[in-house]
């Protein structure tokens, strides 16, 4: 991990413990989750979010009041809302998808759930995607959300990644196997 890396995960550890902790003593962790959303989600949709968070060329008066509307209009709870307004006071916006993704795994660990990355040839159905998480249940003993990425260079199957492990079954990989193989023997 690059020192960057490390220095912004740090950062939004920080201020994902003091909001966790504080929600948790609150026993509002369902409205956390729905505001972790709803973050995500604005940060996956705006370009100019992303800028705005990213780029020292605005003052912390302008991303303060950008963060606050922001907040205003996703109807955020207002522990999430001063968390925000704090990180632009401080000039820390910029580990917003650090600051979700450690909120994500508190939650997630909190509700004694785990989360596969699971990147396919093709959608999943929504069949396909709980037997799936029903199987990896019966593996690892928690409840297993599913995130899936849809990649069609896989040609087919699934690589699963849950932890530190990871399951390749896409006809991708094997051919790259068997095309490694070709080479030794030749």
Partial sequence: MSETASISSGIAARYATALFDLVKEAKGLKALEGDVDALDAALAASADLRDLISSPVYSREVQGNAIAAIAAKAGF??????????????????????????????????????????????????????????????????????????????????????????????????LAALQNAMKEVG
């Fill in 77 to 174: 709870t207002p522990l999430m809302a001063n968390t925000l307004a704090l990180m632009a006071q401080k000039r820390r916006l910029f580990v917003l998808p650090q600051f979700v993704a450690d909120l994500r795994a508190r939650i997630a660990a909190e509700k004694g759930e785990v989360t596969a990355e699971v990147t396919a040839a093709a959608e999943l159905s929504k069949e396909q995607a709980a037997k799936l998480a029903e199987t990896l249940k019966a593996s690892v003993g928690k409840d297993v959300k599913i995130k899936v990425a849809v990649d069609e260079s896989l040609i087919a199957g699934l690589v699963v990644r849950l932890g530190s492990t990871m399951i390749d079954t896409s006809i991708k990989s094997k």
